[in-house]
């Protein structure tokens, strides 16, 4: 069955000190996708990244970067440099072949000044 | 461009009362549609999900059931509101595709007291 595990549950950090957002996931599916989608206090979720099972490369977007490792099942969010705005609860979610998107439990990130 | 409405934003309801909330997209045909809800806990249960007119899935046994009686409208229904019915409703639209991502609307709060 697919599952998708997000260990920390709440992380607190100081403006500027850099975070890693952990995920790990269980799936059979050969082909499957991954994603991470950010839920600030207003509560619409925000699509951030999708990375397909069969591309390793990791990707960097200006303060963010994902760590995909096929090796560990993991997909892995680092934050650069965090600011007060990056306060949220982020999710990690596993898509297989069928489309359904199951999700972590989240993170809540609290970036304080 | 492609959005996503649903409403009603907050909701109070008493139990055993009925529920409707809403949601319909523009700009794009055929979505998939969902239906998650977000209990306290934080996590994302999907509920319903949709692939056409007429077409629903339903993921858990409750209270509810989902209705989607145009391509571009999906609605959230039951006749008697319970206690544990309360929580973060949010409605999500996707191209179909394995990797597409889920795009939300802003969510319904529901309080059923």
């Known amino acids: 069955a697919q599952k998708v595990t997000q260990a920390q549950t709440e992380i607190s950090v100081v403006e500027k000190e850099d975070v890693t957002l952990d995920c790990v996931y269980e799936?059979?599916?050969?082909?499957?996708?991954l994603f991470w989608y950010k839920q600030p206090p207003s509560g619409e979720l925000v699509f951030l990244i999708r990375r397909n099972s069969f591309d390793e490369q990791n990707e960097i977007s200006g303060r963010y970067s994902w760590n995909f490792q096929k090796s560990t099942s993991s997909f892995n969010f680092t934050i650069t440099a965090s600011q007060v705005v990056d306060s949220a609860v982020y999710f990690c979610?596993?898509?297989?072949?069928?489309?359904?998107?199951?999700f972590g439990q989240g993170t809540e990130l609290s970036v304080k000044p | 461009s492609q959005t996503i409405h649903q409403w009603p934003a907050t909701l109070v309801q008493p139990v055993g009362s009925p529920l409707s909330l809403e949601c319909t997209v523009e700009g794009t045909s055929n979505p998939n549609l969902y239906w998650y809800r977000q209990a306290a806990g934080r996590g994302l249960q999907l509920l319903f999900y949709?692939?056409?007119?007429?077409?629903i899935s339903s993921e858990v046994p409750q209270n509810l059931s989902a209705s989607r009686p145009q391509d571009r409208q999906f609605i959230l229904s039951s006749k008697k509101l319970l206690l544990s019915d309360s929580g973060f409703y949010l409605c999500?639209?996707?191209?179909?595709?394995?990797?597409?991502?889920?795009?939300f609307g802003n969510g319904t709060r529901l309080t059923v007291t």
């Open positions: 999500a639209w996707s191209g179909g595709a394995p990797n597409s991502p889920l795009h």
């Open positions: 949709s692939v056409g007119i007429g077409q």
């Open positions: 799936t059979r599916d050969t082909t499957y996708y």
């Open positions: 979610a596993l898509s297989e072949a069928r489309g359904k998107l199951i």
